[in-house]
């Protein structure tokens, strides 16, 4: 029985990974920047085959085997079956950037996240 969910669960796991977590890069990618920027949301990402912590940054990096996938937990994806993207944030800028950006989000506040830094 442990081998069948094992199976059921890994193909729905590729399954839902490639419909909602794969990457594909759309005009939003480049909202506000000039012709031939790099995709604001970073994609793609630099593989890495293990998990490393950097103590100059405070940053905790985690495997990147495929470039264009955004960072997920497979249990909360198959079982919920929506997109998300997980990041491991400290403290400093990365906190600040997603503080501004959840609050964005929540509010739908017409500053922009640059006019709100200045504001602060």
């Known amino acids: 029985i442990q081998k069948e969910w094992n199976d059921v669960f890994?193909?729905?796991?590729?399954?839902?990974?490639?419909k909602v977590q794969r990457h594909q890069c759309r005009g939003v990618c480049f909202k506000g920047r000039p012709p031939g920027s790099p995709c604001r949301f970073g994609y793609p990402h630099e593989l890495e085959e293990k998990c490393c912590f950097e103590p100059e940054t405070n940053a905790i990096y985690l495997p990147i085997l495929e470039p264009n996938v955004n960072f997920h937990n497979p249990y909360v994806l198959v079982f919920?079956?929506?997109?998300?993207?997980?990041?491991?944030?400290?403290?400093?800028?990365?906190?600040?950037?997603?503080?501004?950006?959840?609050?964005?989000?929540?509010?739908?506040?017409?500053?922009?996240?640059?006019?709100?830094?200045?504001?602060?």
């Open 80 to 120: 919920t079956r929506h997109n998300h993207d997980l990041k491991c944030i400290l403290s400093g800028k990365a906190a600040k950037t997603a503080m501004f950006y959840i609050s964005d989000y929540i509010t739908k506040n017409s500053l922009s996240t640059g006019d709100m830094f200045t504001l602060l």
């Open 10 to 18: 890994e193909h729905e796991h590729k399954k839902m990974g490639e």
